[in-house]
């Protein structure tokens, strides 16, 4: 099925917001694990693993749009030195793309592609979520101290 033009762009864009998010939350995973923070390392690879899917999932849209995906292509990404800083670097990462994701929602439904729409619609959820998984845990940063938090992420 032949699909619009500006469809395709705004799929592409976010893929290359998928990639680029798939990096970051990888590095920061494995610094997590390098500092012996198992829970923290598992939390970020779930999310890394997340994003993963949606890649995916934009891939095969871009695709059945009879696009070409460009997975050659990365954002610029923030690695953060310490848990805090990375927790705020993904909240500002996560909180683009669900700002990047309303914008492709407004751009499929102006061009009635209701397929994308939905699709751009449940990525969009997943996001909103990782946005609360991290300010739960910015939170809890600010609420018992950093010295506490991440003790409680060694497990």
Excluded at 42 to 64: C, N, P
Aim: with cysteine.
């Amino acid at each position: 099925m032949k699909g619009n033009a500006k469809v395709i762009a705004k799929l592409n864009g976010l893929l290359a917001e998928e990639l680029t998010a798939i990096s970051q939350y990888i590095v920061h995973a494995e610094m997590c694990s390098n500092w012996g923070y198992k829970k923290l390392h598992e939390v970020s690879e779930k999310r890394a693993i997340s994003e993963m899917k949606h890649a995916e999932s934009l891939i095969g849209r871009i695709l059945f749009l009879e696009g070409r995906p460009t997975v050659s292509k990365l954002n610029k990404f923030a690695i953060g030195a310490d848990v805090t800083a990375q927790h705020k670097n993904d909240w500002a990462f996560e909180n683009g793309a669900v700002k990047s994701y309303n914008v492709g929602i407004k751009i499929a439904t102006d061009a009635g592609d209701n397929g994308t729409r939905e699709l751009l619609n449940s990525i969009l959820k997943d996001e909103e979520a990782h946005i609360d998984v991290l300010e739960m845990e910015l939170d809890q940063i600010k609420q018992m101290g950093i010295q506490n938090y991440l003790t409680e992420q060694m497990g």
